[in-house]
């Protein structure tokens, strides 16, 4: 290609900014109502979900956390778009809710995972509707299998995960990795591993948490207990379940 034909193209990209989010929008579209009230965008770059969202939407609130690409997106937005779009940080500064709908795309594994879904619950409205995106992306880029380690205490937001990742055509496998209070508390507290240690005493609050979510975690998940088990053995344990479907 020649100089002249990549100007011509920057100035194209200039005028109509992309980027691979873009392929996964209509995808998203279709997992909302023809019409809602308002709509929270976190993650917003450059503005384009928001503006689809506005199609829908009475009001359409966007955050990022980067400056210069939310005073692009508001130059990209005509006055009569009925978007707002706000420089923040996603978990101390989003805009009050409640939200119809709420939409993170490539934005939740920047964030701490069960905080960013606590404050997302917090916004949505009864009845509303969040779609989170990073997973169905990653799978898409890299394929084969995502492993996904995390702690979800609360029902209602593991139903959320399950559904939206089900939607999508991604096979789920829930796995709950189980042990007694005593051996957690020793494992806890002998963990050494530095980039574990913020979370020590997070850990410890939230055992008792952790013993009441029991009933439904060993009713949505394969249950493997870990007492006296190395690492390895779990791991094997897990793949013969992933792979037999049990």
């Known amino acids: 290609m020649t100089t002249r034909a990549f100007r011509a193209i920057d100035r194209f990209h200039d005028v109509h900014p992309w980027d691979h989010n873009a392929h996964h929008h209509p995808w998203i579209m279709r997992q909302l109502p023809r019409r809602f009230g308002r709509a929270l965008d976190v993650g917003s770059g450059s503005g384009d979900l928001a503006r689809l969202l506005a199609t829908r939407a009475t009001e359409v609130r966007a955050l990022d956390a980067d400056r210069a690409i939310v005073a692009r997106a508001r130059e990209l937005t005509g006055p009569a778009v009925p ?41 949505l409205a009864p009845g509303g509707t969040l779609v989170v995106e990073t997973a169905r992306q990653l799978l898409d ?21 399950h559904d939206g990742l089900t939607r999508a055509g991604v096979p789920v496998h829930h796995v709950l990795l189980h042990t007694g209070r005593d051996t957690l ?16 005493q997070w850990r410890l609050d939230h055992l008792t948490d952790y013993e009441r979510a029991l009933p439904w975690l060993r009713r949505e998940a394969q249950v493997v207990d870990t007492t006296g088990v190395v690492p390895a053995e779990v791991a094997e344990t897990v793949l013969r379940g992933v792979r037999t479907g049990r």
């Open 83 to 123: 978007v707002t779009f706000t420089a923040g940080d996603a978990l101390t500064e989003t805009p009050p809710g409640p939200y119809d709908v709420i939409t993170c795309v490539a934005t939740l594994h920047h964030l701490p995972f069960t905080e960013a879904l606590d404050l997302f619950r917090r916004h």
């Open 185 to 200: 508390v020793e494992r806890i507290e002998t963990d050494t591993q530095p980039e574990n240690a913020g979370a020590r």
């Open 141 to 161: 880029h890299v394929g084969g299998t995502l492993v996904v380690p995390q702690t979800v205490l609360v029902e209602a937001y593991w139903q959320e995960i």
